[in-house]
């Protein structure tokens, strides 16, 4: 380790550090120790609201959320957090932090580089998307997209969130689409990804990470079709590797059917990380 965290010992435990002038989370399995194997990691992040404090994180206060997490360490897979700039919806700040706590982790734990993924729902599916596309491009094994915001054109069109988007990109929510469209088709997931599958081809599966996407095809807030349909269309000619677990008649609820959907997003990390 080049430059511990500090308080990190042995077995099972909860610190926080910051990278990136953000405040961020680590929580290891009971395998996990200082020297020897290394454990594979998930980087998670949060959604509306979500948050990473000194001391405390909406993912480790609601018992609902806490419980996914728990799914991950008991499966020996540790998870770490950034706050990320808070209501970030992927801006370049928010990607900057992300990237920061990866580098904190592989820095300044006993995590293993080969097995690191990310998840995330919401808005920060869009923070895990542009960081694996942008500084995390190649470094990657896997991630999950959990009804998460993919397009922002149609986030933008759908008018639903449009202004909470635009404001976290210091834009004017009431913005004409057109114009908001074009100022931030460099940062919305499916365009940036247009753009890797034109430059680089075949050669873009080779960095992109192994995908799942975990959606309700009644998703009322994060279009099923316009979302995740549409970035695996956009995937596709890149021969980049992607899964859809669709939960049939499910809205913007995935979260809510709780063990269901945990043991779907632990089995794909326990699939990948071979564990």
Known sequence: MKKPILDLVDGEQTVFFQAGEEWCFLRTPRSYRLDGPSTPCVIQCHGHHGFVKDGSADWLSDNDKLAFIT??????????????????????????????LFQTL???????????????????????????????????????????????????????????????????????????????????PVNRTRILVKQRGQGLAELLPNVLFIHGDQDENMLYKENPVRLGEVMSPSGAKYAF???????????????????????????????
């Open 71 to 100: 799914a991950l360490t008991e499966a020996g897979i540790a998870v770490a957090s950034s706050h990320a700039t808070g209501n970030h919806w992927g801006r370049p700040s928010a990607v900057a932090a992300n990237a920061a």
């Open 245 to 275: 677990h669709t939960f049939q008649g499910v809205g913007h609820a995935t979260y809510a059917l709780g063990n269901i959907a945990a043991e779907v997003l632990v089995n794909f990390f326990k699939r990948e990380y071979e564990l």
């Open 106 to 188: 592989l820095d300044g734990t006993n995590l293993d580089e080969k097995r690191m993924g990310l998840w995330g729902g919401g808005l920060g599916g869009a923070l895990l998307w542009n960081s694996v596309t942008g500084p995390l491009l190649g470094k990657v094994k896997a991630i999950v997209l959990q009804q998460a915001t993919i397009s922002y054109e149609s986030v933008i069109r759908n008018h639903k969130f449009k202004d909470k988007l635009l404001e976290a990109y210091g834009l004017p929510p009431d913005c004409d689409d057109d114009l908001a469209v074009s100022s931030l088709q460099f940062d919305d």
